[in-house]
């Protein structure tokens, strides 16, 4: 089936479709499409236009290359290992998914003791969310500082220059979820 672009097409989107519980008269509506065609790319006989196909990655919220492509597993395991790190220093930085998530940024970071980073600010009206998961992390961002010990989250702006400190004995774990602000266009929106 992985050289069938048709089939794979129709598998595809049957089970996107499916994985966000919605029906095809739903579906369609979303997409801006007859159900009746929406039916006929579901049943593999459909040869849809570039247009619909458009159309309904849109709406599924995928590529087209996902629309056409194999059927993808319903669950791989990714090994901690596999996903991207960097080194800062002593500091262990790992992303948390394998994918890509549009204006978000998930890290996991190890900090032995002792250890500090820098922390690189990111664009204007970007927000960060730190949270230790272990041992004690000291956060420094526009002047102040904040002690966190296991399960405290502190919010702040990340377009400033701020950085992470583990002052205590033993290792400590945090997370680090960045939401990027939108970079606006010539219309200022």
């Known amino acids: 089936m992985a050289d069938d672009p048709a089939a794979n097409l129709a598998l595809n989107i049957k089970q996107l479709r499916e994985a966000r519980g919605l029906t095809q008269h739903q579906i ?3 997409a801006g499409l007859p ?26 919220q995928v590529s087209l290359e996902e629309l056409v ?5 319903v669950a791989r395991l990714y090994r901690a290992t596999e ?4 080194r800062k220093g002593k500091v262990c930085v790992r992303k948390l998914l394998p994918d890509p998530i549009a ?6 970071m190890e ?10 600010p990111h664009t204007p009206g ?3 969310y730190l949270t230790c998961e272990s041992g004690t992390l000291e956060l420094s961002a526009a002047g102040e500082r904040w002690r966190l010990e296991p399960g405290d989250v502190v919010v702040f702006r990340g377009d ?7 002052p205590g004995r033993g290792l400590a774990i945090a997370y680090s979820v960045v939401t990027l602000a939108r970079s606006r266009g010539p219309t200022g929106g």
């Open 28 to 30: 369609s509506k979303v």
């Open 35 to 60: 159900r009746p065609t929406w039916a006929n790319l579901e049943s593999g006989a459909a040869n849809p236009t570039l247009s619909v196909l458009m159309k309904v990655a849109t709406a599924l």
């Open 69 to 73: 492509g194999p059927p993808r597993a």
């Open 83 to 86: 996903l991207p790190q960097r």
């Open 103 to 108: 204006g978000m940024e998930l890290e996991r």
């Open 111 to 120: 900090l032995p003791a002792g250890a500090a980073m820098a922390g690189v």
């Open 126 to 128: 970007t927000r960060e």
């Open 160 to 166: 400033q220059n701020h950085g992470y400190r583990n």
